[in-house]
């Protein structure tokens, strides 16, 4: 079993910046990627951005280049995606997600491990 706890989700006005933060604990072996998404109300859930874990191949969608990181610290199976100049647009749900992952990271259906979410707010 894996366990992902996120924290690092809040408030910000646009412009501002956000570090999210997924703590991944138990059984990781089976996980090559992992991830964040987001969902918005009256959204589809889309990928943000993700990370396997091998080779530290980064990806992201096409909306947050630029302006999103993602980064992993390994040895304390922890992902990072921290958030900079912030738009109202990037207002949803936040969820990190593992999973043993193919070349299509933003397929959600492929990660098996999700976190409980974490809202991020921007105001203008």
């Known amino acids: 079993q894996v366990q992902l706890v996120e924290s690092g989700g809040g408030s910000v006005q646009a412009g501002g910046s956000l570090r999210l933060s997924c703590v991944a604990s138990?059984?990781?072996?089976?996980?090559?990627?992992m991830g964040w998404f987001r969902q918005a109300p009256g959204k589809e859930r889309e990928g943000v951005a993700a990370i396997y874990t091998g080779g530290s191949s980064t990806y992201y969608a096409n909306s947050v280049k630029g302006r999103f990181t993602i980064s992993q610290d390994n040895a304390e199976n922890t992902v990072y995606l921290q958030m900079d100049s912030l738009k109202p647009e990037d207002t949803a749900m936040y969820y990190c997600a593992a999973g043993l992952v193919g070349p299509n990271w933003s397929i959600d259906a492929d990660f098996g491990y999700w976190g409980q979410g974490t809202q991020v707010t921007v105001s203008s």
């Open positions: 138990g059984y990781t072996y089976s996980s090559n990627c």
